[in-house]
C-alpha cells in the first residue's frame, strides 16, 4: 500500500485509466490521452468491451459532464460554477487526468494570490546576478500547461482578487503569455485549455468581469437532487477512502450514513 495519504486522480485509477486507453480506438482531440467517449465513460462509469468495469467519478446529470468535456474538446476554456460541496474540485480533476494525465498543473486561488502564479514570477536571486532570462524565469502551472499543451486548473477563482483574475484574459483569447521583460511570448501548443471552479454563493468572493466571463463557458454543478442520490455518492467515497487507508474491513452502517445526510440536507436546505 502507497504511503501518500492522497494520490492524484491518474495515479489512484491508473488501471482505469490504462483500460480505456487501451480499448479506446475513437478520435481524439490533439494532445488528449483519451478520446471524449473515454473521457466520458471514466466520469460517469460503465463496461468496457472486455468486462472491465470503470466506476463512476461523478453522479448526477450526465448532460452536464457531455458539455464540459464538448466545450473542452473545443478549446474554449471551462468554468465550474456551483455552491460549495458539488464536487466542482473533484470533477476538475479527474477531468484534467483523463485528458491530460496531469492533473497537478493547479493554482490555488486565495485573497493573497497575484498575478505571479497565474503567469509566471522571477528568481531574484539569479535575476541579479544574471539579468532578466529565461533561466531566470520561474514558470507557473498555467506557463507550465501551455508549453506542454495539457489542462492546467485554477481553484476558487472568485477568490482571487479582479484585478489579477484579469490577468487570464489575454492567456484565455490570444492563447499567448507575453513576456515584456524578455522581449518575448509564450504560445499555448495544442491541448491547452484552464479549468476553473468557482463559488457561486459564499462569502469572500469576487465577481468575474465580464469580459473574463465571456472566455469561458460555464457549467453549474447542482447539488445532489435527493437523498437516494447523495447517500450513493457519500456512500462509494466511504468505501475508496476505507481501501485507502489501513483500517479494518467492515460493513458500511448505511443507516447511520443515511442518518448523517438526512441532517446535512436538512442543515443545507433550512
Do not use: C
Amino acid at each position: 500500500m502507497s504511503e501518500v495519504l492522497r494520490r492524484h486522480a491518474e495515479q489512484q485509477y491508473a488501471e482505469e485509466l490504462g483500460a480505456l486507453l487501451d480499448s479506446d480506438d475513437r478520435p481524439r482531440p490533439p494532445s488528449w490521452k483519451l478520446s471524449p467517449w473515454a473521457v466520458k465513460t471514466y466520469l460517469l462509469g460503465g463496461t468496457l468491451p472486455g468486462g472491465f468495469a470503470i466506476a463512476p467519478k461523478y453522479i448526477g446529470n450526465a448532460r452536464l459532464i457531455e458539455i464540459a468535456i464538448a466545450t473542452l474538446a473545443t478549446d474554449r476554456a471551462l468554468l465550474l460554477l456551483g455552491v460549495p460541496g458539488t464536487a466542482k474540485s473533484w470533477v476538475s480533476e479527474h477531468l484534467s487526468a483523463a485528458i491530460s494525465g496531469d492533473s497537478t498543473l493547479l493554482v490555488q486561488g486565495t485573497a493573497g494570490t497575484d498575478e505571479s502564479a497565474l503567469r509566471y514570477g522571477w528568481n531574484y536571486a539569479r535575476l541579479l546576478a544574471e539579468g532578466p532570462s529565461m533561466a531566470a524565469l520561474v514558470p507557473s502551472p498555467i506557463f507550465r500547461a501551455m508549453q506542454d499543451g495539457k489542462i492546467a486548473r485554477v481553484e476558487e477563482l472568485t477568490r482571487v482578487g479582479s484585478d489579477v483574475q484579469d490577468a487570464l484574459i489575454t492567456i484565455l483569447s490570444e492563447k499567448t503569455l507575453p513576456i515584456p521583460e524578455l522581449n518575448s511570448e509564450v504560445q499555448a501548443r495544442q491541448g491547452f485549455n484552464v479549468v476553473a471552479t468557482a463559488n457561486s454563493r459564499d462569502r469572500g468572493v469576487n465577481e468575474l468581469s465580464s469580459a473574463l466571463q465571456r472566455r469561458f463557458n460555464i457549467v453549474v454543478l447542482p447539488v445532489p437532487v435527493d437523498l437516494a442520490q447523495e447517500l450513493e455518492i457519500v456512500s462509494r467515497r466511504i468505501a475508496e477512502i476505507g481501501r485507502a487507508l489501513p483500517l479494518p474491513v467492515e460493513k458500511p452502517a448505511l443507516e447511520e450514513i443515511r442518518r448523517v445526510v438526512t441532517i446535512f440536507r436538512e442543515l443545507r436546505n433550512g
